[in-house]
């Protein structure tokens, strides 16, 4: 199968639940903005996004000859599926409820799934092939605890309501870029190394 090698059931579980829960959002009254259920909704996208370098199937993956830009190209579809749930469904919210910070919020979206992305791709040099059930649990928990203990430092809100959404475009967008960074160094390929002399 030309898309083997990645958890399906877990990208696509996961990123059903984020688009429902979007999808409830978008069809709430429009006397206010339900930014704590679209959180709820990024949760599930970042462990949908966690579960993307899973590999059930590794031993059939190892058997079968599969180049890294094949490998890389599936798992970017995978990625695809959560970021354009939370893409389409801020667009959709944007629509229903005028006022949406929809810049801030795709931002937001997009650090969070990088983030996950990231975690996963550490917990892989461990040398455990399915990294996503562990990195979805953990940092579900972990946004989860933010989104509703709004633990300080309150100068730069992790999850704005009202204010700080300034603070919080540029705290997402560089966790993003540094998940980025770590996602790229831990998927170097270890065998291009010379051996020590």
């Known amino acids: 199968m030309i898309l083997r090698g990645v958890d399906w059931r877990g990208v ?14 978008v069809a709430l009254p ?23 370098l899973d ?4 031993a059939v ?11 890389t190209a599936v798992r ?3 990625t695809l ?26 931002v937001e979206g997009v650090g969070a799934l990088a983030v996950a992305l990231a975690g996963a791709a550490v917990w892989r040099l461990t040398g455990n092939r399915e990294p996503g059930e562990v990195v979805a649990t953990v940092l579900g928990a972990t946004l989860l605890g933010v989104l509703l203990f709004d633990p300080p430092p309150h100068a730069v809100p ?30 170097a390929d270890r065998s291009t190394a010379r051996p020590p002399r």
């Open 12 to 25: 696509l579980g996961a990123s059903a639940l984020g688009a429902t829960v979007l999808l409830l959002c």
């Open 30 to 52: 429009t006397d206010g903005l339900p930014l704590t259920y679209v959180r709820l909704s990024l949760i599930a996208l970042a462990g949908a996004t966690a579960f993307v």
């Open 55 to 58: 590999e059930p199937a590794a």
């Open 61 to 71: 993956v190892d058997a079968v000859p599969v180049t890294r830009r094949h490998r």
């Open 76 to 78: 970017l579809i995978a």
């Open 81 to 106: 599926v959560p970021l354009g749930t939370w893409t389409v469904g801020v667009l959709a919210l944007a629509s229903r409820h005028p006022g949406t910070p929809v810049r801030g919020l795709l």
């Open 158 to 187: 992790v999850f704005p309501v009202h204010d700080g959404w300034a603070a919080s475009t540029l705290l997402w967008a560089g966790l993003g870029a540094a998940a980025g960074i770590a996602v790229v160094a831990a998927s």
